[in-house]
């Protein structure tokens, strides 16, 4: 059993940035893909970024391609996700999510573990 605990979500301009944290309560945090998501009422849960587990290759919903970045640090058992340029259209729960085999990469079924939840609001 895995716990992830997001940090880091708030309020802030259009145009700002934002870094959300992840923290696994797990020995093995290598062991598993991570991966971020985000929903808004409503909606699904839609993909935002995965990181590999192994190589740390990184993939990227189009929409946040080029102005969201995912990282790890495995010493910390930490995911992060660095936000610029925010627009409103970013406002949404963002979700983290961990799973060993992590397929398919970009939905739900993905993904076995999953934090509670941050909020991002971008006001228009």
């Known amino acids: 059993q895995v716990q992830l605990v997001e940090s880091g979500g708030g309020l802030v301009q259009a145009g700002g940035s934002l870094r959300l944290s992840c923290v696994a309560s797990t020995r093995t945090f290598s062991n598993y893909n991570m991966a971020w998501f985000r929903q808004t009422p409503g909606k699904e849960r839609d993909f935002v970024a995965r990181i590999n587990r192994s190589d740390g290759v990184t993939y990227y919903a189009d929409s946040v391609k080029g102005r969201f970045t995912i990282s790890r640090d495995n010493a910390k058992n930490t995911v992060y996700l660095q936000m610029y340029s925010l627009e409103p259209e970013d406002t949404a729960v963002y979700y983290c999510?961990?799973?060993?085999?992590?397929?398919?990469?970009?939905?739900?079924?993905?993904?076995?573990?999953w934090g509670q939840g941050t909020q991002v609001t971008v006001p228009s």
């Open positions: 999510a961990a799973d060993r085999v992590g397929l398919p990469i970009t939905t739900t079924e993905g993904y076995d573990y």
